[in-house]
Nanobody, 124 residues
Framework: QVQLVESGGGLVQAGGSLRLSCAASGRTFSSYAMGWFRQAPGKERELTAAIMWSDSTTYYADSVKGRFTISRDNAKNAVYLQMNSLKPEDTAVYYC?????????????????WGQGTQVTVSS
């Protein structure tokens, strides 16, 4: 049974940092793309960052580029999202997700596995 379990969310002041973790289990993700999505109230779920498990190629949304860093740890089967210089508009539930369709990593529709989400709240 595949499981993605996020942790690390919380409340932080603007300008602060948080590190999200995603522990993956239940299968080998070596050919997968891993994504961090977020969804704010009343808004669509959007991709913030993605990483190819095979070669660590990364993608960032323009809104987080230069502030967020996605990484993976093969030994721990984990993916991380380091979030710096947080802004109130980063407030959302953040989800870790996995897809075998690496070429279309930008679409939430192709992700087979999702975590339960972790709340990130940035106060002004």
């Amino acid at each position: 049974q595949v499981q993605l379990v996020e942790s690390g969310g919380g409340l932080v002041q603007a300008g602060g940092s948080l590190r999200l973790s995603c522990a993956a289990s239940g299968r080998t993700f070596s050919s997968y793309a891993m994504g961090w999505f977020r969804q704010a109230p009343g808004k669509e779920r959007e991709l913030t960052a993605a990483i190819m498990w095979s070669d660590s190629t990364t993608y960032y949304a323009d809104s987080v580029k230069g502030r967020f860093t996605i990484s993976r740890d093969n030994a721990k089967n984990a993916v991380y999202l380091q979030m710096n210089s947080l802004k109130p508009e980063d407030t959302a539930v953040y989800y870790c997700a996995a897809t075998p369709y690496s070429s279309t990593y930008y679409s939430p529709l192709v992700y087979d596995y999702w975590g339960q989400g972790t709340q990130v709240t940035v106060s002004s």
